[in-house]
């Protein structure tokens, strides 16, 4: 079994930085892809951030030039730090990792969300 851990998430004002991390740990091989997803009120889930194990990075036209995202293969960590931030930044953000374990295909493994609120 796989677990991701989101952290970092909290109140910030518009203009404001945060910095999530989430972590994955359990039967890891190998992690291929992760990245960050959020989820509004009233809202699908929608593509923030993917970063390959090795590659370019993808980013959503509306986080383009604020948000970075980054991994630390060795800690099996995942982060985005998310600059110049804008009320509509507002949602749950959620950690996504495509882990193989060494039994059967790799898979997709969500985090639990961590809440980001913009708001002056």
């Known amino acids: 079994q796989v677990q991701l851990v989101e952290s970092g998430g909290g109140l910030v004002q518009p203009g404001g930085s945060l910095r999530l991390s989430c972590a994955a740990s359990g039967s890891i091989f190998i992690i291929n892809a992760m990245g960050w997803y959020r989820q509004a009120p009233g809202k699908q889930r929608e593509l923030v951030a993917t970063?390959?194990?090795?590659?370019?990075?993808n980013y959503a036209d509306s986080v383009k030039g604020r948000f970075t995202i980054s991994r630390d293969n060795a800690k099996n960590t995942v982060y985005l730090q998310m600059n110049s931030l804008k009320p509509e930044d507002t949602a749950v953000y959620y950690c996504?990792?495509?882990?193989?374990?060494?039994?059967?295909?790799?898979?997709?493994?969500w985090g639990q969300g961590t809440q980001v609120t913009v708001s002056s």
């Open positions: 996504n990792a495509d882990v193989y374990t060494g039994r059967g295909p790799s898979r997709d493994y």
């Open positions: 970063i390959p194990r090795g590659g370019r990075t």
